[in-house]
């Protein structure tokens, strides 16, 4: 597992420490492993390929080499557990904004933490909290964000290949990928310095790929439900009138949701 660790400067004051290797189990993992050993918020972690990428609910994250900007972010916000939700969807809003000023290409969001282009998924965010016993704040977070640049060889797996996509019909240059990097940095950072006044909750509403469309919605030991979206709330939770003219907010910790054909 190659390593080399760099400062990446984006202005005269954004520095991000970086260590980018050829290949990982999970950039999540090793983001976990740095802040136990103390690492300081800011550090990015990059891959080209993982072995074992995660997704929310125990779910993979298809991360083949060559194809995707794979990282993971640390960063040890002063923050109550249940604002860790903000780093999730401000990550979702800055990404998008990123991937469209760089490709010109609409970027949505699927609630709460994926990025589509058009009908395809182009891009997962997983954020994970380690506390210390006894704390009511994280002793870190982990935000992980992995972009699909190009398919890989050979097509996606079966399970993804219809809801999968990318954001370049080949692999682009290492500039590309770079200014990529650069851009989701920027973007998430101006919102992470502000994160309790929410300043990215109107920029993620306005991309929002469900509101007013039909959803499924999908709770562990409960029977699917159908609803449409009708609004998403100022705590980022999701507003949905059933069929039977409840309305219910979801909490993305509760449930998941799929875009109903």
């Not at 640390?74 to 979702?92: F, V, Y």
């Not at 990404?95 to 760089?102: D, F, H, Q």
């Not at 939770?237 to 409840?246: A, I, K, P, T």
Request: charged share 20%; net charge negative; glycine share 8%.
């Amino acid at each position: 597992m190659s390593m080399t660790e760099y400062t990446l400067s984006i202005g005269p004051e954004l520095c991000f420490p970086v260590r980018s290797y050829s290949s990982v189990t999970s950039t999540n993992q090793l983001a976990k492993e740095a802040a136990d050993g103390g690492a300081p918020d800011g550090l990015v972690i990059l891959a080209d390929h993982q072995t074992a990428g995660r997704g929310r609910r125990t779910h993979s994250f298809y991360s083949p080499e060559h194809t995707g900007l794979y990282m993971s972010l640390l960063l040890r916000p002063n923050i109550p557990m249940q604002d860790c939700l903000l780093i999730t969807t401000a990550a979702a809003a800055s990404t998008a904004r990123a991937i469209e000023a760089l490709t010109g290409q609409p970027a949505r969001i699927k609630w709460v933490n994926d990025i589509f282009c058009g009908s395809r998924k182009v891009c997962g965010i997983l954020t994970e909290a380690t506390t210390v016993p006894g704390a009511d704040r994280p002793n870190a977070v982990i935000l992980g964000i992995g972009v699909n640049l190009a398919p890989p060889s050979g097509g996606f797996p079966p399970d993804i290949e219809n809801t999968a996509g990318a954001l370049f019909p080949e692999l682009p240059s290492a500039q590309t990928r770079r200014e990529l990097l650069q851009q989701i940095l920027t973007e998430f950072w101006s919102y992470y310095l502000n994160l309790q006044q929410k300043p990215f909750l109107e920029e993620y509403r306005r991309r929002s790929l469900v509101i007013g469309q039909p959803v499924r919605i999908l709770q562990p030991g409960r029977d699917p439900e159908n609803a449409v979206a009708v609004a998403v709330e100022d705590d980022f939770s999701l507003r949905v009138l059933l069929e039977n003219g409840e309305l219910r907010s979801l909490s993305s910790g509760d449930v998941s949701i799929r875009v109903r054909d």
